[in-house]
């Protein structure tokens, strides 16, 4: 564990892959110690959830200070923090309740640090959190979407494609909890495409969650929640809809995948055929 704070980020990142490894096979068994009575069966698990806190802590850290990253591809590749918050997410499977919360507290600190890092990482963890914990949705939905919401307009494009990727798996639960956030984050997503281009690295994140939003039939037509202007909508569309197509350009096939996901969803003709095919592909 010392060498998650090595100065080689090749030590610090094998370091968290071996820990990666025996968390997800002796998670459960770490920290304690071989007995025979039944009597201190509530000791060895307080000693395992000890150990377990203690390296939720060191890996914490390691989120806070690591800098190092990879700027080579379309989007930056943390590899330290990458598989430090996997390690992370393994350990709060396994954290009580508590644990949790605490865990969850100081990942929301990291994301108001001024360092854009230190708050890619505590998004990362975030997102590991939210994805692992499906359990306690109800408790951290409320606590952490704000947030998330904050870090998706962060200047910093690796942040903002975190956040959105820590939405979409939980996008079932978004939709059924805070329903009315909804609107929300689909009109910042369409804004948001005004101003992304090929070198924005959160495109592909930022279309991903758009395209996972508009597939809730429900909420379709967010932009038309009550069904009550027809000819205003057909006018709203016609603005928005033309923002999708340098998308599929993109060199990116996920990219490409999201902007024909959301483009088959917005031309699904409804029985008041809110869209004609001529106002959809005028700007194409």
Not at 52 to 76: H, N, P
Not at 174 to 189: G, H, Q, R, T, Y
Request: proline letters at 3%.
């Amino acid at each position: 564990m010392s060498d998650l704070f090595n100065a080689q980020w090749e030590i610090r990142h094998g370091a968290a892959i071996g820990l990666r490894e025996i968390v997800k096979l002796q998670g459960r068994c770490a920290g304690r110690q071989r007995t025979t009575s039944l009597s201190s069966s509530l000791r060895q698990d307080l000693l395992n959830q000890q150990w377990l806190e203690d390296l939720s802590l060191r890996l914490l850290s390691v989120l806070a200070l690591d800098r190092f990253g990879d700027f080579l591809s379309d989007q930056v590749v943390a590899p330290v923090r990458e598989t430090c918050a996997q390690v992370l997410g393994m350990i709060i499977k396994l954290l009580s309740i508590d644990g949790v919360h605490n865990v969850l507290d100081i990942l929301l600190q990291l994301l108001q640090c001024n360092e854009w890092e230190a708050r890619h990482g505590g998004m990362l963890g975030l997102k590991y959190l939210l994805a692992i914990r499906q359990d306690m949705i109800e408790q951290l939905l409320p606590k952490v979407f704000e947030p998330i919401f904050i870090g998706l307009k962060d200047p910093e494009d690796d942040v903002s494609a975190v956040a959105a990727a820590a939405l979409v798996p939980i996008k079932d639960q978004l939709m059924c909890l805070m329903p009315e956030k909804v609107p929300l984050v689909i009109a910042f997503l369409w804004e948001a495409l005004l101003v992304l281009d090929d070198l924005s690295s959160s495109t592909g994140d930022l279309l991903m969650l758009l395209s996972s939003l508009l597939t809730f039939k429900s909420h379709s037509n967010d932009f038309n929640d009550n069904n009550h202007n027809n000819n205003n909508d057909q006018q709203q569309l016609a603005i928005l809809i033309p923002r999708l197509w340098p998308f599929l350009s993109h060199s990116l096939s996920s990219v490409r995948r999201s902007v024909l996901e959301s483009l088959l969803i917005l031309s699904e003709k409804n029985s008041n055929e809110w869209l004609n095919r001529s106002t959809l592909l005028s700007d194409a």
